[in-house]
């Protein structure tokens, strides 16, 4: 069976993200649990599968994304160190090998590194899929006036798109939003960050990033 299939269906595993998701709910986050797992494992898959790596890369990638948040069910201040510890006590009690756990580890304990490259091809894929993720099924607060500026961003975008070419070597990531509520200034002023991580991601997998927002290219 595959590491992912191990995780995925792993008791303390469900556990952890789901207490990840009710500690983001009681500080008013948006989501940070099971859903963004689930989305980044299948963000990743897409990526990876399109550009020809093998299963057992993309298991040990999806296996990464799936947990790279667990450590937000301590806190989110110094979750992908967390996440890393807790990660491998999972991996460990489901017998993984050590050449396979070490990869997953190191992807989960260095995704919040922004200001460098990705570790590895793999940990660039988790970047691009845990970055790219927003959209309005994030956000846990029900009402509007309650909404700080990440709630506000993330309810704005309505379709979130992200699409290899592997003749062009590029990665398209397009969103729509509704500029009722946010403007793409403030999408800028808060995510910029994020798009500019994105591109030296995509760099390390030999992509060109390009960004579009209501169908107008930006990057």
């Keep these: 069976m595959k ?40 963000v990743v898959f897409n990526i990876l599968s399109k550009l020809r790596f093998t299963q057992e890369d993309i298991d ?5 994304g799936y947990l790279h948040d667990i450590g937000c069910c301590i806190s989110y201040k110094g979750h992908d160190q967390n996440g890393a510890i ?3 006590k999972i991996l460990t009690r489901l017998n993984i090998p050590q050449d396979k756990k070490l990869p997953i580890l190191s992807i989960i304990g260095s995704h919040e590194d922004v200001e ?11 970047a691009i899929a845990d970055k790219t993720d ?24 309505i379709e979130n798109n992200l699409e290899i070419f592997n003749k062009e070597k590029s990665i398209k990531f397009s969103i729509t939003i509704d500029e009722n509520i946010c403007s793409v200034l403030e999408y800028f002023e808060l995510f ?12 390390k997998l030999g992509l060109q990033f390009e960004f579009y927002i209501n169908k107008v290219k930006y990057l």
């Design 3 to 42: 590491i992912y299939e191990l995780v995925t269906n792993y008791h303390d595993t469900q556990v952890f993200l789901k207490q990840a998701d009710e500690n983001f709910k009681a500080m008013g986050y948006t989501e940070q649990g099971l859903l963004h797992a689930q989305h980044t494992a299948s």
């Design 134 to 157: 927003v959209r309005r099924q994030r956000v846990v607060k029900s009402n509007f006036k309650y909404f700080d500026q990440y709630d506000k961003v993330h309810y704005a975008v």
């Design 116 to 126: 460098i490259l990705p570790i590895s091809e793999l940990a660039a894929a988790v």
């Design 86 to 88: 807790i990660a491998n």
């Design 60 to 64: 040990i990638a999806m296996t990464a």
């Design 192 to 203: 910029l960050g994020r798009v500019e991580f994105c591109k030296k991601a995509a760099g």
